[in-house]
């Protein structure tokens, strides 16, 4: 390989383990190579102040560990004003790098090298990735790795990541270079244009002189603005000579010369051999049919049918299992130790109920969600999932929504967790927030479940329709919640939709498999906890009261849970519920951890369940039956989910009262005293402020985690006023006649809070507007 230019020389890092950069174009294996590096050990987080996903781990060279990081898929560090690009240029800027290791897809090399002549302008010691030999070789071209080599001033590691080919020549490449460093050779620009570059980098006399240099490119280029009038002064001098002397514009000119260099390195970097017409047949085959204007919608949605059955239903398979057998050794288990230890029946109840019930709660979702993070990783590794925004771009562009959004939200009627993690494959920052926050409005599997309870007392002959409708009433709501936050809070169109659509490959089973492992991992251990906290808060209310100024042990319907569920029971009455019927306003309290729990909840009510049953439980477990029951499940929900393939929801239990009762988890007893409770009418508004209203804890951890608290804050409060205002319009509207001057009222004032709410999300726009103009003339 050859020298670097400049003056090399040995290199010592700045701390005792050398970090190392990915850095590349998307869709050009960085993440697989980064998967191939690192293995298990890596950590997935957010950057500082931002939802950039943050990926780093701990890779093994010969005589050393190294700190891997993976840094956001970006088409230039130059253009434009993204949270990735910000990211990825903040980092290699002003971060103690010790390696950039830059990944091009060797089949598109033209297009990524644009890129790398921005990463030898940084200064660093740099070192290149030829990914995906094999499918420049299937388009007749044989990769020169010497000449590329020389070009460029750094060593060149031809690879085939996904298939591990090349792994430990690049190993040892990094050793050397970590020891060795080459900083390449930069874009060579004509003498005016370089006498600009660097009079401006110079006027600019930033402490970092990357950055100095870098600001220079993004003002001579038109990419930012400055309000210093000396060198906006300065530019534009440097500007008109360009101009009076060569008769170009002076970005023009960079943008040229910059064109020209890439145009040369990837006319030397390959050599021709004879192509594959098989494989390019195929592709373009595929193509015409995914892409198809007719086709590819239809082809989308039946895929994501696919997704929606396996994560879905194919979970159910395992759920049960993870279900009771997590609550036998989590709630009963841990609740027998606690009671032989000695410890006071309350304590056990709290450690054993509420927390080690928190944490069942959270292994339940493991199969079903964890089937859903491997489909998408299947699907993105295989090529498919470009294309697929690609075929949607059209469609969900006409109400300002970037293409892939259809992606999360069919997830979202599995789980609302995998589907607001999901947005992730969103690019434009504004397109992702206002995915996250449809999310929510999809009507999740939990729900089912208290669809089912309703549909067979009030709605046996067309519960079918019913659920149907509340499905249909959240997707439009999700849709006119994103058109109206993207005309208020979140101006602003979608970003361009410009990618490459990667080749079609066979998956890799390494990558697939860590892909899913670290996403059902954040679920696990971060959105986890926020269950498990609040799972701990509505086991402990439902078994003490407030009696005689003190807080004590007391029977369900003298507890907290049932004092504050009266005292705000007449909040829910302009929907239909009546003060007595505190049980369903207790269903919804419970209903903020988990809508799994809505039933139960009211089960348990309704039943009279108290502490002294769980007590009788901790003391004389029977776990190994327990552990037999939950292994008895699996072949038997097996075979639901074959017979039940067509009707993944379920629908058709609505058939059969039996059927029906038992999917929703209703007792005899709940079903009885919901017909006492409600009427059609209230049942209805009440469904659908369970289809609206906040989130459960699941997926408010997943909220704050993509999108920060704020918006999670947002979500959850927009979500209750909207089912409340829903399910008020809903009862008052079909109680008109009996009450015509209330119902008036309730909706009067509803059409008024909705306008003032309007006025506050344009205010809050506005802000936002302003507050990015200041942000953007104050960066250089």
Known sequence: MSSC?????????????????????????????????????????????????????????????????????????????????????????????????????????????SMTSELLTIGKPMIMVLNMIDEAQSLGLKPEVEQLSKKLGIRVIPMVARKGQGREELLDCIEHSLTKPQLGIPVAYDNQTQSAIEGLTNAIAHDNPARSRFSAFRLLEGLSSTSDSQLQSLLDTYRQQ???????????????????????????????????????????WLDNIVLSDWLGVPIFLAVLYVVFVVSYSGGNILLDFFDQASSALLISGVGHVLYLIGL???????????????????????PPIGLTFLFLALLDDSGYMARAAYAM????????????????M??????????????????????????????????????????????????????????????????????????????????????????????????????????????????????????????????????????????????????????GSRAIAPIFAPMGI??????????????????????GTMNGIYQRQNAEDNMANYRHPDILKQLKDALATIPANAMTFISTLGDPLGI?????????????????????????????????????????????????????????????????????????????????????IEHPDSSLAWSAGIVAAFIIVLFGLRLFGKHQIQQTAITMESTL
């Open 5 to 113: 230019c400049g003056s090399p020389q040995d290199h010592v890092s700045k701390s005792n383990t050398p970090i190392i950069a990915l850095a590349g174009n998307p869709n050009c294996g960085k993440t697989t190579l980064f998967n191939l590096l690192t293995g298990a050990h890596q950590h997935i987080g957010n950057w500082p102040g931002v939802t950039v996903e943050k990926r780093s781990g701990m890779m093994n060279l010969a005589n050393q560990r190294a700190s891997l990081v993976d840094l956001p898929g970006v088409y230039s560090l130059l253009g434009g004003g993204s949270d990735d690009q910000a990211v990825a240029r903040d980092f290699l800027l002003d971060q103690n790098i010790d390696l950039i290791v830059n990944i091009v897809d060797a089949s598109n090399l033209e297009r990524h090298l």
């Open 242 to 284: 360009v101009y009076d002397s060569q008769g170009e514009d002076l970005a023009d000119m960079i943008a040229a010369a910059r064109f020209d260099w890439t145009l040369s390195c990837a006319t030397l970097a390959f050599s021709p051999i004879k192509a594959n017409p098989m494989r390019q047949k195929i592709t373009t």
């Open 344 to 366: 006071p029946d309350w304590l056990v109840s709290v450690v054993a109920g509420g927390i080690g019930g928190g944490l069942n709660l959270v292994i339940a979702f493991i």
């Open 393 to 408: 771009d059209r469609l969900m562009r006409r109400i300002g929504l970037p293409g892939n959004t259809l992606v999360p």
């Open 410 to 563: 069919v997830i979202g009627f599995g789980c609302n967790v995998p589907a607001i993690m999901g947005s992730r494959i969103i690019e434009d920052p504004r397109g992702r927030i206002l995915t996250v926050l449809m999310q929510p409005f999809m009507s999740c599997s939990a729900r089912l479940t208290i669809y089912m309870a309703f549909a067979v007392v009030f709605f046996r002959d067309n519960g079918g329709q019913v659920v149907f409708l509340l499905y249909v009433i959240g997707i439009v709501v999700a849709f006119l919640t994103a058109w109206l936050l993207g005309k208020t809070a979140l101006t602003g169109k979608p970003q361009p939709f410009a990618m490459e659509l990667p080749p079609y490959r066979l998956p890799s089973l390494r990558s697939v498999t860590l892909q899913s492992w670290h996403r059902l991992k954040i679920f696990m251990f971060r959105v986890g906890r926020v269950i498990a906290v609040i799972g701990v808060v509505l086991f402990v209310l439902p078994g003490i009261g407030w009696h005689n100024g003190k807080l004590t042990s007391t029977d369900i319907d003298h507890s907290l849970l049932a004092q």
């Open 578 to 599: 009546k003060a007595d019927n505190w049980p369903a306003v207790s269903g919804l309290i419970a209903g903020a951890a988990a809508k799994e729990i809505v039933i």
């Open 652 to 736: 058709a239990n609505l058939n059969n009262n039996d059927d029906a009762r038992q999917t929703s988890g209703a007792s005899s007893a709940t079903l009885q005293a919901l017909a006492v409770g409600f009427t059609p009418l209230s049942a209805f508004a009440y469904m659908v402020f369970i289809l609206l209203y906040m989130p459960c804890a699941s997926t408010m951890g997943a909220l704050r985690r993509e999108v920060g608290w704020g918006w999670m804050v947002f979500s959850s409060a927009y979500g209750v006023a909207l089912g409340w205002a829903g399910g008020t319009l809903i009862f008052q509207l079909g109680t008109f």
